[in-house]
C-alpha cells in the first residue's frame, strides 16, 4: 500500500482546514471530483476527523482537497475574473476576505452571513452575473494546493475560521436575498389596479415589518424593504414619502437616522429598478356561491 509522506502539502492543508472548523474530502488527482474510491457518497463522507484525513491521503497521497464550509459561509464563486474586478470596485472590503486563486484566473472569496440570512440563499440563483454561490453547507469547494492540468489553487488571502470571515457587505446581500413576501392579503385594499390607498397599504406593511425587526437585524432588513417598496415608485408611490415611512420605522427600531437614511434611500434605488408584479385586486366581482347568486337576482327582481 502507497504511504503518504510526512511532508505531503495536501495531508497538511487538509489537517489545517479541518482544525480551522471546515469539513474536508479528498479530491481525484487532477480533477474537481470527489475521489469516488475514498468517498463514494461524495461530500456527504465530508469529515475533520483526523485519523481519516491521513488514511485517505495514505492511500492517495496525490489525492486534490475539498473544502464543505458551514451553513453561514457563503463563497462567491468567480469563474469570470472580470466580474471579480467590478464587484471589488463596488464593494471594496471583499479585498479583506478570505480569497483563493484558481488555474483560469477565477476566485473564490470566503464571507459570512448574518444569522437571518442562513438558509435563504440558494446556489442555483444567480443574482449577479458571473457570480455564483457555494458553501452554504451544501456545495464543496476545490482548495489550495490542489493542482489540476491547468496549475494550482493558491491563496492570495490566508483561509481563517468560520467565525472569524468578514460579514457578507449589506448591499451586497441585499443584492443576494430574494425579496421578501407580500404583505399578508388582509391589509390589501380592495381597490383595483395601483390606485394611492393600494401603494399606501402595501407601503406601511412594509414599514411595519422594519419597525419591529430585533436588533441584529435591523440594517439588512430595513435594506429588503426598502428594496421591496423601491418595487412601488413605477406604479406611482411617492419616493419621499416611502423613504420617510421606512426611516421613520427603523428609528423606532433602533437605528440611527444617518446609517437608516442611507439604507433607505439604496434600497428604494435599487428597487425602482424592479418593478413589484401588483396583483389585481382581491374583491369579489360578485356573489360567489349559487345561493348568493340567486339571493342577488330576487333582490334585483324586487
Request: charged residues 20%; hydrophobic residues 40%; positive net charge.
Amino acid at each position: 500500500m502507497r504511504t503518504a509522506q510526512p511532508h505531503s502539502s495536501a495531508l497538511v492543508a487538509a489537517q489545517a482546514y479541518a482544525a480551522m472548523g471546515y469539513r474536508v474530502l479528498p479530491l481525484a488527482p487532477g480533477e474537481k471530483r470527489p475521489h469516488g474510491g475514498l468517498v463514494p457518497r461524495g461530500l456527504k463522507e465530508a469529515s475533520r476527523d483526523p485519523a481519516t484525513l491521513e488514511a485517505w491521503w495514505r492511500v492517495c497521497p496525490k489525492c486534490g482537497v475539498g473544502i464543505l464550509a458551514p451553513d453561514p459561509v457563503l463563497v462567491l464563486d468567480f469563474d469570470d475574473p472580470e466580474a471579480w474586478e467590478r464587484l471589488k470596485e463596488e464593494h471594496p472590503t471583499l479585498l479583506e476576505a478570505p480569497r483563493a486563486r484558481t488555474p483560469r484566473g477565477g476566485v473564490h472569496v470566503y464571507l459570512c452571513l448574518p444569522p437571518e440570512a442562513v438558509g435563504r440563499l440558494s446556489a442555483s440563483v444567480r443574482a449577479i452575473p458571473g457570480v455564483d454561490l457555494r458553501g452554504l453547507g451544501r456545495s464543496y469547494l476545490v482548495a489550495p494546493p490542489t493542482t489540476l492540468p491547468t496549475g494550482a489553487y493558491v491563496w492570495e488571502v490566508p483561509l481563517r475560521r468560520p467565525e472569524e470571515l468578514p460579514p457578507v457587505p449589506a448591499p451586497l446581500l441585499a443584492r443576494l436575498l430574494p425579496p421578501p413576501p407580500p404583505p399578508p392579503r388582509s391589509v390589501w385594499t380592495p381597490e383595483g389596479g395601483t390606485s394611492p390607498k393600494r401603494l399606501q397599504a402595501l407601503l406601511q406593511a412594509y414599514a411595519a415589518q422594519v419597525a419591529r425587526t430585533p436588533e441584529g437585524q435591523r440594517h439588512n432588513t430595513l435594506i429588503r424593504y426598502a428594496v421591496a417598496a423601491g418595487g412601488l415608485l413605477p406604479h406611482g408611490l411617492d419616493p419621499r414619502e416611502a423613504e420617510e415611512a421606512l426611516v421613520a420605522a427603523a428609528m423606532s427600531a433602533g437605528l440611527p437616522e444617518a446609517e437608516a437614511r442611507a439604507a433607505a434611500r439604496w434600497g428604494l434605488e435599487v428597487g425602482a429598478s424592479r418593478p413589484l408584479a401588483l396583483e389585481p385586486s382581491l374583491a369579489p366581482s360578485g356573489p360567489r356561491t349559487y345561493r348568493a347568486r340567486v339571493y342577488a337576482r330576487m333582490r334585483r327582481w324586487a
